[in-house]
């Protein structure tokens, strides 16, 4: 299963950008769908996730509040809108997924490393 980004692109502080990922073949049944993030030189960031199967959404401190992460069943797709952004939020972004879901209480949703698929970065650009 390959993942396929879209969106990004470059605004101004304070504006919105969304971004999309849908598997190229298949659904998301039962599996967990998240978004990372990366700037050069650094680590990759947790931003949100998403549980296909019952909608549990989880999201990083610096994006609570203002990212909000959904999907649609019917086209099969998790979404990403982003608002209030801010110069910080920079970076590569990320489309990623991991079969079965996400345990209730559990934590490593944050983890790079619990993700087994990952779609091609898009970069996002906030202007101050």
């Known amino acids: 299963v390959q993942l396929q980004a879209s969106g990004g692109g470059w605004v101004q502080a304070g504006g919105s950008l969304g971004l999309s990922c849908a598997p190229s073949?298949?659904?998301?049944?039962?599996?967990?769908v998240g978004w990372f993030r990366q700037v050069p030189g650094q680590e990759r960031e947790f931003v949100a996730t998403i549980t296909w199967d019952d909608g549990r959404t989880y999201y990083g401190d610096s994006v609570k509040g203002r990212f909000t992460i959904s999907r649609d069943r019917a086209k099969n797709t998790v979404y990403l809108q982003m608002n209030s952004l801010k110069p910080e939020d920079t970076a590569v972004y990320y489309c990623?997924?991991?079969?079965?879901?996400?345990?209730?209480?559990?934590?490593?949703?944050?983890?790079?490393?619990?993700?087994?698929?990952w779609g091609q970065g898009t970069q996002v650009t906030v202007s101050s």
């Open positions: 990623a997924a991991r079969p079965g879901g996400i345990a209730s209480g559990s934590y490593y949703y944050t983890l790079p490393s619990s993700y087994g698929y």
């Open positions: 073949e298949g659904t998301f049944r039962n599996w967990a």
